[in-house]
């Protein structure tokens, strides 16, 4: 996977490729058998919520959680994720995907989307509209002008003060959870803020 390819933001991608190297090195039975194992992991993708200056911090408290069967793994993330330390010196060179394309701690804040889904689920509700494979140009039109027609309303409802609902309501708890733990975000609570993101994680 390029990093041009990478959404900015996109949780979805981030974890998704994690989880194709927890398959490839072998530690799949080990996820779904080993509870500890499996906290340890999504708490590695729970380093997409902290703040870009606690990623490092964080993925280091992470690492020295794992045992040795995780090596491999925590190796492939650390190139491709963090960067891994300067042989000499401090620091660490810079990883395959730069911290800014997969931390979305400032999305949530500023209330922005985490990925593209939402356009993802506009397209996937509209084809099922449309219903047919290969609509003709009369039939596409015809249901173009609908979703316009339902746009307008919506639309209209919004100005109105209405509020209108775009997801379902797990989803939308599940949003609101995560908005509030990284709101209340503490440096000094990172480990318990990891657990509790982990928490949220669903792979």
Not at 53 to 82: G, R
Not at 169 to 175: A, E, I, Q, V
Request: glycine content about 4%; hydrophobic content about 40%; proline content about 3%.
């Amino acid at each position: 996977m390029l990093p041009n390819i990478l959404h900015k933001g996109s949780l979805f991608h981030f974890s998704q490729a994690i989880c194709r190297q927890v398959q490839n090195k072998g530690l799949a039975t080990k996820y779904r058998q080993d509870e500890c194992f499996r906290l340890k992991l999504k708490k590695l993708i729970a380093l997409a919520f902290v703040p870009l200056d606690e990623v490092t911090t964080a993925f280091d408290l992470i690492a020295d959680q794992f045992n040795d069967d995780a090596d491999d793994l925590l190796e492939y993330f650390e190139k491709t994720w963090i960067g891994e330390p300067k042989r000499r010196g401090t620091g660490r060179k810079k990883p395959l995907f730069d911290h800014k394309l997969w931390n979305i701690h400032d999305r949530v804040i500023a209330a922005t989307p985490r990925s593209n889904n939402s356009v993802k689920g506009w397209h996937n509700a509209f084809a099922i509209r449309v219903s047919i494979s290969h609509p003709t140009i009369v039939k596409l039109g015809e249901k173009i002008r609908r979703e316009q027609s339902k746009f307008e309303v919506d639309m209209a409802k919004i100005l109105q003060g209405h509020n209108i609902k775009t997801k379902k309501t797990c989803y939308r708890k599940l949003d609101e959870r995560i908005t509030r733990l990284v709101n209340s975000f503490e440096r000094t609570q990172l480990d318990q803020f990891l657990k509790n993101m982990a928490a949220n994680i669903t792979l």
